[in-house]
C-alpha cells in the first residue's frame, strides 16, 4: 500500500474538483458570473447515480446521457437568465442552484431525498478521471487562445466594442454556458459514481462558495488556474490542520490576501513573476519597468 | 444583393425616443461613397445617439436604414460588420492588456464561431498577423506592435482604435469625436488619416466638435438641434446659414446654464470661419453632388 492507494480518494476528489473549477471558470472569464455549474453537478450526480442503480449501462454511455441531458437543461435555462447582465445574472445563476437543491431535496424517489442515494456501483476510475480533466482542458485551452481568445477578452471587458467588431455576443454566451453546464454535468457524474452515495448536501451553496474560491485563488483568467486553485483548495484543507483551531482564519486570510493583492490569483502572479524574469533576462539589468513588461509577456504567451 | 445607383447610405425618418424624451427626431439624409459627411450639432443635439443607431447600438423607434439601398435596420450590432460598417467610440474601448497588435487582429477576426473555423484557426493566426503588421505599418504604429495598448499616450491609443476598425474593411467607417482631447499635431494627423482613408473607398460619418478639423476635412455637413435636421449641405455653404448660427449661439441656447454650454466651444469658431482663400480648402472627390438632400 503506497501513498496513492492510501489517498486515491482525495485524488480523485481533486480531479473532480478540478472540472468544477474550470466550468465555473470558462463563464467568469467571459464576464458571466454563474452558479449555475454547481447545479448541472448535482443534476449530473443524481442522473448518473439512477442510471447506475437501475441499468446494466457502462461509464461511457452514462456521461454521454449526462452530457446531452445536461447541455439541453442548461440551453433552456439559459434562453430566460442570459438576458440579464452582472449581479442580476449571478442572483438568478444563485436561484438556478437553489431550485435545483430544493427539488433534489423533495424527490425522494429519484434523489433519496437530504439523506440522497448510497450503495451506487463504483464505476470511475481514476483514470476515467484524468482522461475527462485532460478533455476538459484541450478544450478550454483552445477556447483561450487565439481569435477565440480574443472575442471572449473583448466580450468581458466591453460588450458594446465586441458587438462593433463581429462578434456575436449573444451566440457565444449561449455556448459558454452550455459547455461550463456540461463539464460540471459530467463532473458531477463520475463524482457521483466515484464514491458510492451522493445526496443534494453535495452542491448546496457551500460547495458553489467554495469551487468559486478556488477559481478567485488559482486566477479567473484560465483555465489552469482554476486547476490550480481546486488542486490547492482540495488539499489545503489537511495543509491548514497543523494550524489546529485556527485554520479557518488561516484559509480566510489567505483568500483575503489573493484578492486583496493578486486579482489575477495565484496563476497571474506566477505568470508576471515569469514575465518579469524573463524580462530581466533579456534586456539585461537596470532596464524594464516592471508592470508593462510583464503585461507584454502575458500578452505574448497567450498569443 | 445591393441596388443599382442608391446611395452609400441612405436614412429615412429616423426616430429614437427614450421614454418622453426624443433624442433623434425623424432624421433623413444620404451618405454617398468615398465621402466624409460631418454630423455637427450643439451638445445634446442627439448626434451620438443618432450614430448609437446606425451602428445599432441602439435600436431606432422608427424609421429606415439603408446600406447600398438595403434595409440594415433590423440586422443584429454584431451582423454590422459583415456589412461593412465600421465605429469608433467617443471613449476609446481597447483592451488595455492585449498588445497593439491583437487589438488589431480583434478586427481581423471573422464572426463565425463554427467548429470548423475553430480548428483551422491556427493556421489564420499567421495570416491575421501579417495583415495586422500592415495595417499598424500604414498607420504609423509598427513600433508599438507589441506594447500593450493601455500604455500608448492617448493620440496613438486612438490610431489604434481607427486601425482596428479598418482591419473590418468598412465601407462606411462611424467616427465618434476621434479628436477629442488631442493636440493640434495630433488632431493634423488625424486629418491626414481621414483624408487618406477617404482616397482609399472608404466613406465616413464624422461626429466631431473642433469644427476647424470638421470644415477641412468635410465633403457634406448635417447639422442637428434638438434631435432634429436643420441644414444639410456643403460645408461652406451650411456654415454660413442664418439657422445653424442660431442653433450655435441663437437666444434660446443663451438660456441654459453654463454646464451644458460646451456646445458653445465650437459657437465661437463657426461663425467667423470663411471659406479658405482659393476655394475649398482639400479637393472634391468627383462626381460633384455629394450634398446631402432632406427628404
Known sequence: MGWFEANEALVQLTLINMMLAASLQVTLNAGMLSLAPVAAWGVGGFIAANLAIDTQLALGPILLIVAVAVAAGAFLVALPILRLRGLAFAMATLAVLLIVGSLSVTNREWTGGSLGLYGIPVLTTTGALVVGVVAVALVLARIERREMGRRVEVLRLDEAAARTLGVAVDRIRLALFVLAATIAGVSGALSALAFNNFSSQNFGFDRAVTTLAMVVIGGTRSWLGAFLGAFLLTFSPYWFDQFDVWNKVAYGAMMIAVVGWFPDGLLGLLRSGIGRLRAAIDRGPGTGTGATTAVAAGAEARS | ?295
Open chain 2, 1 to 295: 444583393m445591393s441596388t443599382a445607383g442608391a446611395p452609400l447610405l441612405t436614412v429615412e425618418g429616423v426616430t429614437k425616443r427614450f421614454g418622453g424624451v426624443v433624442a433623434v427626431d425623424d432624421v433623413a439624409f444620404t451618405v454617398e461613397e468615398a465621402t466624409i459627411t460631418g454630423l455637427v450639432g450643439p451638445n445634446g443635439s442627439g448626434k451620438t445617439t443618432l450614430l448609437g443607431c446606425l451602428s445599432k447600438m441602439l435600436r431606432p423607434t422608427a424609421g429606415r436604414m439603408l446600406l447600398r439601398g438595403v434595409d440594415y435596420t433590423a440586422e443584429p450590432a454584431h451582423r454590422l460588420r459583415r456589412l461593412g460598417i465600421a465605429r469608433t467610440f467617443q471613449n476609446i474601448r481597447l483592451l488595455p492588456g492585449l498588445s497593439v497588435r491583437e487589438n488589431v487582429t480583434l478586427g481581423l477576426d471573422a464572426d463565425g464561431v463554427g467548429v470548423r473555423d475553430w480548428l483551422r484557426s491556427r493556421r489564420r493566426e499567421a495570416d491575421k498577423r501579417a495583415q495586422a503588421d500592415r495595417l499598424l505599418d500604414e498607420l504609423g504604429l509598427a513600433e508599438h506592435a507589441d506594447r500593450p495598448a493601455g500604455a500608448l499616450p492617448y493620440g496613438l491609443q486612438r490610431r489604434v482604435e481607427i486601425a482596428r476598425a479598418l482591419a473590418t474593411e468598412p465601407s462606411l467607417l462611424l467616427l465618434d469625436e476621434p479628436v477629442a482631447g488631442m493636440n493640434d499635431a495630433e488632431i493634423k494627423e488625424i486629418a491626414a488619416g481621414l483624408v487618406a482613408m477617404r482616397r482609399r473607398g472608404i466613406a465616413m460619418i464624422l461626429v466631431e466638435h473642433h469644427l476647424d478639423l470638421v470644415m477641412e476635412v468635410c465633403d457634406a455637413l448635417v447639422v442637428l438641434d434638438f434631435g432634429r435636421v436643420i441644414a444639410t449641405g456643403r460645408p461652406a455653404e451650411v456654415a454660413r446659414l442664418p439657422v445653424v448660427r442660431e442653433a450655435y449661439f441663437g437666444s434660446r441656447h443663451q438660456d441654459h446654464p453654463p454646464a451644458d454650454a460646451p456646445g458653445a466651444h465650437g459657437a465661437h469658431r463657426l461663425p467667423g470661419r470663411e471659406p479658405a482663400p482659393g476655394g475649398e480648402p482639400l479637393p472634391e472627390p468627383e462626381g460633384g453632388s455629394h450634398g446631402a438632400a432632406v427628404g
